[in-house]
């Protein structure tokens, strides 16, 4: 089983719908978690973070966390083409540097 | 303007020819980070370093070494390059700040192929 793992996609959503991205870890010992975007030949570029149970909220996005379950989800609301990107989650398992990336989700948002 | 820069962008090499991949920060971040991304496979980490002199395995750390001589710079090693090494790779750096969440903030990225 790998660390973290997400949905490879494409996921495929048209313009103005939710998207919702899935990913689950195995360490338990995670500590927070991060969702980014990254376009085709660019750099990740950080969305959000979320480090306690339940839902954060940032403009369109949302971050769902659930450590019992060792689940996070992203919601994008009324999504954009401009959303169209992979996205990928990854977990940091301590108070260091020691990050862990999932595989990323391919959005695509139709016009 | 503040960044991570590497150099170079694209490398194209040869096996067992020694090679290093720049990575500079003016941000005056502690923590720096190296990644290799492959299809299928996402960011997978090399090394990290949580300052000066201080560095540590990651998930992937064989084949390659690094140093941090200067908070600015995290040079990545690689000795005898293989084919299996070509891949597309990400330096990162992050303000320390313990237990509290900061951005990495990434570099443009280095294409390497060994042949």
């Known amino acids: 089983q790998k660390e973290v793992e997400q949905n490879s996609g494409p996921l495929s959503v048209p313009e103005g719908a939710i998207a919702s991205l899935n990913c689950t870890y195995s360490?338990?010992?995670?500590?927070?978690f991060f969702w980014y975007r990254q376009y085709s030949g660019k750099s990740p570029e950080l969305i959000m973070f979320i480090y306690s149970n339940g839902d954060k909220e940032d403009g369109r996005f949302t971050a769902q966390l659930n450590k019992a379950s060792q689940y996070v989800s992203l919601l994008i609301r009324d999504s954009q083409p401009s959303d169209s990107a992979t996205y990928l989650c990854a977990v940091r398992k301590d108070y260091g540097q020691n990050f862990v990336f999932g595989p990323g989700t391919r959005l695509s948002v139709l016009p | 303007e503040a960044q991570v820069t590497q150099n170079p962008r694209y490398l194209i090499t040869v096996t067992g020819k020694k090679l290093t991949v720049t990575c500079s920060q003016n941000m005056n971040h502690e923590y720096m980070s190296w990644y290799r991304q492959d299809p299928g496979l996402g960011l997978r980490q090399i090394y990290y370093?949580?300052?000066?002199?201080?560095?540590d395995k990651g998930d992937v750390p064989e084949g390659y070494k690094v140093s941090r001589k200067e908070k600015r710079n995290f040079p990545l090693i690689l000795e005898s390059p293989s084919p299996n090494q070509t891949s597309l790779y990400f330096c990162?750096?992050?303000?320390?700040?313990?237990?509290?969440?900061?951005?990495?903030?990434f570099g443009p990225g280095t294409r390497l192929t060994v042949l």
């Open positions: 360490d338990r010992g995670s500590q927070s």
């Open positions: 990162a750096s992050t303000l320390a700040s313990g237990r509290a969440v900061n951005e990495q903030f």
């Open positions: 370093s949580m300052n000066v002199e201080v560095t």
